[in-house]
């Protein structure tokens, strides 16, 4: 409590300590940041308000309703489980696939268990666990499905042509899991019901996660967690996410054995005018997605269902993995947003199409307020700087306040963090942007530089890159100026 009452002393005498007729001076840049603190503050208070509804009525109504049909049904969903395993620490396996068999044994249509897995070692700890288990998995089947280290869609498509062979009915579910992440027990009976709707293709769920190492990068995840929790809850009105998260999520078990979707998630690809061909590496969660996407399939979203992830820092440093992770997840995001924004509205629906042209549009105008007010600061008076901070602490704080109403208390870190995610990642976001064929898992080698010399084909694609880099980066630096100096 001590450092949010000194955090709000800070930001106040701050704000005091600007004199006031130094607002008139910078009438445009007040302006200029007005407008754009209404729009990115006014799309943040829609995303709330419908989020609360969400959450509070229509969810728990839906929920009643499918529950009340499921129940009706004389054969329960069997589940099947696809978990893949790569390098993950055996502690955690041995926990993950404990809560898993847990899962699995209490879904009321029986359970398989499809391990996709590497190395030896984790089959072994596998069979021990289920062995172990055997008591209480005496429905369950095990299946290990061991692989070469040749990325995770090789291992989740292989895996799904297993299933598939299980010759699954329509109405089972299958549901994919990250080798670092645990279901509650109660998924399966939580999930299937929303499956007696043809609608829906998918579900997917609220995320937690558990951080041994720094406090920092913990509390990054947990804020980021409390943000997706949101934004999914909005979204979640329309009846399409934006993400069906390869952490966990629940597929009609009719879809996910499909050929075609098997084949999108092992051999999904963008043509691009510049890049040529880029062939997807990681981000088969967006692959899954677009797929449903593209064929009219709603996606829920439950809020009241949670699993666990346990991360760890791909980097010593905080910042270095801060960095390193969004370089993957807004790579995976905007090489699947331009194929979504091209579907239109009228097949996406108008607020999920508007929600994943805001993903273009937002990295732009976050990294613009900071340009101006550094032009400013420069041209007109270094007092921008003080006026400046003490809106960014003030916002900041008020989001995060807003944010307790789907996660308790937060940390005083939160507001430092938030806009440091949110700076740090449209930067990456416009690095990304113009280098879509980039890409590298964290646990895993998946970058396309060879050791090698670059091709002079590669070379002129690199430079290519920076050069529209470098010159988007100019004309937003130019408006800048222009706002800067409008009233110099």
């Not at 499809?114 to 172990?132: G, K, P």
């Not at 101006?372 to 400046?388: E, G, K, N, Q, R």
């Amino acid at each position: 409590m001590l450092s949010h009452i000194l955090y709000i002393l800070v930001f106040l005498s701050v704000a005091v300590a600007v004199p006031a007729h130094r607002l008139a001076e910078n009438a445009s840049l007040v302006l200029t940041m007005g407008t754009l603190g209404m729009w990115r503050y006014g799309w943040g208070a829609i995303n709330f308000v419908r989020a609360t509804i969400f959450i509070h009525i229509v969810h728990p109504r839906r929920r009643a309703a499918v529950t009340s049909r499921y129940l009706e049904r004389q054969r329960p969903a069997h589940s099947f489980f696809l978990v893949t395993t790569y390098k993950v620490d055996t502690a955690v396996t041995a926990r993950v696939y404990r809560s898993l068999f847990n899962a699995a044994a209490a879904s009321r249509g029986g359970a398989t268990v499809v391990a996709s897995i590497v190395d030896t070692a984790d089959e072994r700890l596998i069979r021990r666990i289920y062995s172990l288990m055997k008591a209480r998995t005496a429905h369950v089947r095990l299946i290990i499905d061991r692989i070469p280290a040749t990325g995770k869609r090789d291992a989740l498509a292989t895996s799904l042509r297993i299933i598939a062979r299980q010759c699954p009915m329509p109405d089972d579910i299958v549901v994919l899991i990250d080798g670092d992440s645990c279901p509650p027990e109660d998924l399966v009976e939580t999930c299937a019901p929303f499956f007696v709707d043809p609608k829906i293709g998918a579900v997917t769920t609220d995320e937690d996660c558990e951080i041994e190492e720094s406090r920092l990068f913990r509390d990054w995840f947990n804020l980021r967690f409390t943000q997706r929790h949101m934004m999914m809850s909005s979204m979640g009105l329309s009846g399409r996410v934006l993400t069906l998260t390869g952490r966990l999520s629940i597929f009609r078990a009719s879809l996910a054995c499909d050929p075609d979707f098997i084949d999108n998630v092992q051999h999904d690809w963008l043509a691009h005018w510049r890049l040529g061909t880029v062939k997807f590496l990681t981000g088969d969660d967006k692959s899954t997605w677009f797929w449903l996407l593209k064929r009219g399939y709603e996606m829920a979203y439950l809020p009241d269902v949670r699993s666990v992830s346990m991360e760890s820092q791909p980097k010593p440093g905080f910042v270095d993995s801060a960095v390193a992770l969004m370089l993957r997840w807004f790579g995976n995001m905007l090489r699947t947003n331009g194929r979504a924004l091209a579907l239109g509205p009228h097949r996406v629906g108008w607020f999920t199409w508007w929600s994943v042209l805001d993903q273009r549009i937002s990295m732009w105008t976050t990294l613009f307020g900071p340009a101006t007010v550094v032009m400013s600061a420069v041209l007109i008076s270094p007092l921008v700087l003080p006026l400046y901070l003490a809106w960014v602490m003030f916002t900041r704080y008020i989001y995060c306040c807003l944010l307790t109403t789907f996660r308790p208390a937060f940390p005083i870190t939160y507001p430092f963090l938030l806009y440091f995610s949110q700076i740090s990642g449209a930067l990456v976001k416009t690095f990304v942007l113009f280098r879509l064929d980039r890409q590298k898992w964290t646990r895993q080698s998946t970058a396309r530089r060879a050791r090698r010399s670059a091709s002079l084909s590669e070379r002129l694609r690199n430079l290519s890159s920076t050069y529209v880099h470098m010159l988007a980066s100019a004309w937003l630096l130019f408006a800048a100026f222009m706002i800067s100096t409008a009233r110099m």
